[in-house]
Every structure is written in structure tokens, then in C-alpha cells.
């Protein structure tokens, strides 16, 4: 039997809301207070003129990890959450016509590029393999345990992963991989999107981050009945149902700490003790607002941050066939894309992304219309002209899609909403609207990020995107698993 506890969690993202299902699943008494009104942090959704968009997430990876929060709970998983895998998960497009359509299956895929593009079948199916045996070697050690724990390093299976590191490309760019398995322009431009989905430069990021494809293609992309938002919603009801309590627009002010121990948390004029804390708070704001009379880890606050976006959320009074639920329309130059985002600036021809929940979900718009949610990655915010490059990208982007679809897409425009780096960070408390927290450009990044634990203050935990593993909605639930499992080590 372990000791049931009090637990006071801050924040009611996706990673607090997970752990607090774990938590209460395994009897202690939770408590969540969320500065905004709603729950889901980034993951939230809201409703204009009768289109419903999913305010940040749309691409959704493992979802087994959704599901084993409810059987943990004792609960059918479908019953609460369902969802379907994407036979296409992504709709590419060029300027110059070209068009790709990227099958789930890695054989359709592979005749498709074949078809499309003339590189031979044998290749993507190759680049695919080498994807799934990085991941396999990594992906335990890397993301599924704590790195600053001596257990996760003296077992078999993290002396394999060493002793196969030179094998990982841990010193070669993702796109230095890329150019050399695939050549094609077009292919490595669309196989080197996928450091997009952490935030990252494919000119920099180290070729293990090739291990996102094996998600995409082998585990599957997803999208949940009800839209992305259905899995705050039924996260958020289970936690319900197992007892935790809900505190919304209850802005935390301190993490009270005595003799190196976290006691409770400071909400106001009230203090409310616990016997640990966990903050699912951005870690920067965590240690400058809640902690701000301990001594910050500079080195890892000041690590550099992902990049963000800058997203319209357009409701289009028109179905356009060609479209799918992913789509991309890319830039003619990646490598000055990236330079851009790299110098703090936006480029002129910036990739631009949509997502239509409305192909799956057709009550997200009204009949004859689509819900685009249009993103372009932004550099996180560090002082820029907003205003004005919101103006000049909008112009660049109506451009850009109307050239394509061969549509003046500017009339159809029925409503607008916008959200940029400012507005990320004043809603979510994301340092600089970072969207992954830090930036994995670095070969070490994974151990520059912060810790889920901290060695020097007792019982305070940490979880979410700005922490290890990263950001992304499968890293957040593991940041989840990983501090329920540590407090469990600790009881
Ligand atoms: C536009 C956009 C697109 C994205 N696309 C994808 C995608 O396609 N796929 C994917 O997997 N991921 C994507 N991400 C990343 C993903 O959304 C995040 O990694 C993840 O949702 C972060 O969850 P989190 O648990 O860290 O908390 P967050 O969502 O950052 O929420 C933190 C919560 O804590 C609350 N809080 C902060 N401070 C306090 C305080 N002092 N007191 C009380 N509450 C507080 C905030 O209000 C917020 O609700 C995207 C993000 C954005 C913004």
C-alpha cells in the first residue's frame, strides 16, 4: 500500500491533466489550478461564426498514450475517446504543380513518390526503415525515462543505444541524411519538414531527429472524433471522474517552499498546503514567478528557444476538393526559410501549413464551407514588428494559396482570428510563445532540458513541453508518466 497523498498540480495543459489522471488513479487527493478559464492550455478550441477551430495541436501521433490513461483509471478508453488513422496524412504541393499525396502506408507512399517525383520506391522505403531502427534503438532511453537518473543508464538496453550512437547521426544535420539517402530536392525538402513538428531547424537539428517519420508512417497520424480538442475534453472529464478538483482562473503565484522541501502553493491571499507540487508552468516562469527566491539553473533557462507560429484561423466560404486534413504548401527556397527564422526574421516565401478539421468533422463549418487553421513557423518572440509582419505575411500567404489552388481565396474569407508568438505567450504562459519549449538544434539538447524533478527542493516535480522529454502532445504525456513514476519511486 503507498502512502495517498495531497498533490497540488499548476497548470491544466495537457501534461497536468495527465498527470493528475495518474495520480488520482493511484488514489492521492489532486488539485489543479489553471489560470485561464478552460482547460488544455495549447490544446484548447473555440468557435467563431459557425467554424469550430482547435486553437494550436492538429497533427496527433501515439495514441495509445491517451488511451492508457484511461485504462489506468479502470476505463474502456473507447468508450470515451475515439479516433481514426489518416489514410493520407498530408496533401504537399509546389509551386511549380507538383503534387504529393503522403499515404499512411509506407508501400503507397513510396509508389506515390515514385510516381510523382521519379526517385525509386526502394529509397523511401529505405529512409523509412532507417527511421524505425533510430527510434528503436533511441526512443526508450531518449524520451520515455528520465535522463538525469543513473537507472536509466546502467541496463542493456541504454549500453546498446550507446554503443550505437555513431550509427544514430547525432553529428550530421537531419538534412545532411536526407540529401545523402534521398537527392531529390523535392523529397528532402519534404522529408526535412518533420523537424517542423519539434520546433527545429532541419539544417541544424542532428539526423536522430529522423525519427519522426516512424511515428507518421509506421505508428500513424490521427485524428480524434470531435477534433483535436476531444483529447483535453476526455482527459479532462476522466480526472474529473476519478476526483480531482478543478480550480479554473486561479493564477498561482508562489511555490511555497521550507527547508528545501515544496510545502504547497501560494493562489492570492490563500495558501493551500501539499505534500507536492507539480508544475506544468513553462519552467522558465515557473522559477522567475513561483520560485522567484530560489536560485534559477541559468544555463538551462537560457537555452534557445523552438520556434513558434503564426496561425489564421479563416473560415472559407468554399470546399476546395484538392484539400485534405494536412496540407502544405511549400516555399522555393527551405534553406532561406530557416536562415530567416534563425536570424529572428520571417521569410518572404515561408511554407505555409493547413489544416481543415471540417474533411472529417463536417459540422466544424457550416454546409459549403471549411474551417482553415493557416500556419506559418515565426521565429519565438524577441521584440519584433508583430503588426507588421502579420500584415506582410497575411498578403504573402493569400498569394502564395490563391496561385496554387488557382482561386482568389481572399473573398472567401468569411472570419478571421489570429494568433502570434504575443498572444501564445499571453495565453499559456509559453516563454517568448515558444510552441516546444527549448529548441533541440543542439546535439545535447535532450540533457540541456530541464530535469522532471529538482535535485536541491524536495517533492516539487516538473511537467509539460518546456521539460524532458519536450514539447509535442506525446512528450507531455510522457513528462506525465515519467513524474508519476518518479513520485512512486519516492513513496
Ligand atoms: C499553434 C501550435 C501548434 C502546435 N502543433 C502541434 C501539433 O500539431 N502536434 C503536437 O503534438 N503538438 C503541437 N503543438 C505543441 C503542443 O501544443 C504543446 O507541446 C503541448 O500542448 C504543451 O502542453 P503543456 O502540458 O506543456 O501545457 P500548455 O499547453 O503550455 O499549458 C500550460 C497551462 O498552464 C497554465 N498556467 C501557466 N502558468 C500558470 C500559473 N501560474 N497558475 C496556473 N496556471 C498556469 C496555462 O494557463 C496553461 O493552461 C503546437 C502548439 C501550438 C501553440
Not at 9 to 29: F, K, M
Not at 66 to 78: S, T, Y
Not at 140 to 154: E, P, V, Y
Not at 347 to 358: P, R
Request: aromatic share 10%; hydrophobic share 40%.
Amino acid at each position: 500500500m503507498i502512502k495517498k497523498e495531497r498533490i497540488g498540480i499548476v497548470g491544466a495543459g495537457i501534461a497536468g491533466l495527465a498527470t493528475a489522471v495518474r495520480l488520482a488513479s493511484r488514489g492521492h487527493e489532486v488539485d489543479v489550478f489553471e489560470a485561464n478559464a478552460y482547460p488544455g492550455g495549447k490544446l484548447s478550441a473555440f468557435e467563431l461564426k459557425g467554424y469550430r477551430f482547435d486553437a494550436g495541436p492538429s497533427l496527433f501521433t501515439m495514441p495509445a498514450y491517451v488511451d492508457e490513461l484511461f485504462r489506468l483509471a479502470g476505463e474502456a478508453p473507447e468508450q470515451h475517446f475515439q479516433y481514426r488513422r489518416l489514410p493520407i496524412v498530408c496533401h504537399y504541393f509546389w509551386e511549380d504543380g507538383t503534387k504529393l499525396l503522403a499515404h499512411a502506408g509506407i508501400a503507397e507512399f513510396a509508389q506515390e513518390v515514385e510516381a510523382q517525383l521519379g526517385v525509386p520506391a526502394a529509397k523511401v522505403e529505405a529512409a523509412l526503415a532507417e527511421s524505425e531502427r533510430k527510434h528503436d534503438l533511441s526512443g526508450k532511453i531518449f524520451l520515455n525515462k528520465s535522463l538525469h537518473r543513473l537507472s536509466t543508464w546502467t541496463n542493456w538496453e541504454a549500453l546498446r543505444a550507446m554503443i550505437r550512437i555513431p550509427t544514430l547521426d547525432l553529428f550530421t544535420s537531419m538534412n545532411a541524411v536526407n540529401e545523402k539517402q534521398l537527392q531529390h530536392p523535392k523529397l528532402v525538402q519534404l522529408f526535412n519538414r518533420f523537424a517542423t513538428y519539434n520546433g527545429s531547424n532541419p539544417y541544424k537539428v542532428p539526423g536522430l531527429l529522423n525519427i519522426i517519420p516512424y511515428f507518421e508512417h509506421k505508428v500513424g497520424a490521427y485524428l480524434p472524433k470531435g477534433g483535436m480538442h476531444a483529447i483535453t475534453q476526455s482527459i479532462f472529464e476522466l480526472a474529473q471522474r476519478r476526483g480531482v478538483r478543478f480550480h479554473f482562473e486561479h493564477p498561482v503565484d508562489r511555490i511555497l517552499v521550507e527547508n528545501k522541501r515544496a510545502v504547497g502553493l501560494e493562489i492570492g491571499e490563500q495558501r493551500h498546503a501539499f505534500d507536492r507540487v507539480i508544475s506544468n508552468m513553462d519552467v522558465f516562469f515557473t522559477y522567475k514567478k513561483l520560485l522567484a527566491d530560489q536560485a534559477p539553473p541559468e544555463r538551462t533557462l537560457r537555452q534557445p528557444k523552438s520556434t513558434s507560429a503564426l496561425i489564421f484561423y479563416w473560415g472559407i466560404e468554399q470546399q476546395f476538393e484538392q484539400l485534405g486534413l494536412h496540407n502544405i504548401f511549400f516555399s522555393n527556397d527551405y534553406r532561406d526559410e530557416f536562415a530567416h527564422l534563425e536570424r529572428g526574421s520571417v521569410s518572404e516565401d515561408q511554407t505555409i501549413y493547413i489544416d481543415i478539421t471540417q474533411k472529417y468533422e463536417a459540422e466544424d463549418a457550416p454546409p459549403g464551407c471549411e474551417n482553415w487553421f493557416t500556419m506559418v513557423n515565426v521565429p519565438h518572440h524577441s521584440g519584433q514588428d508583430w503588426d507588421a509582419l502579420i500584415d506582410r505575411t497575411r498578403r504573402q500567404v493569400i498569394a502564395k494559396v490563391s496561385r496554387i489552388l488557382h482561386r482568389d481565396i481572399r473573398p472567401l474569407i468569411a472570419c478571421e482570428e489570429i494568433l502570434d508568438p504575443r498572444s501564445i505567450e499571453r495565453k499559456t504562459s509559453s516563454h517568448l510563445g515558444a510552441l516546444y519549449g527549448t529548441s533541440s538544434n543542439k546535439r545535447m539538447a535532450a540533457f540541456l532540458r530541464h530535469a522532471n524533478f529538482k535535485r536541491n527542493i524536495q517533492h516539487l516535480y516538473f511537467c509539460g513541453g518546456s521539460v524532458h522529454p519536450g514539447g509535442g502532445i506525446p512528450l507531455c504525456l510522457l513528462s506525465a508518466k515519467i513524474v508519476d513514476e518518479l513520485i512512486h519511486e519516492n513513496l
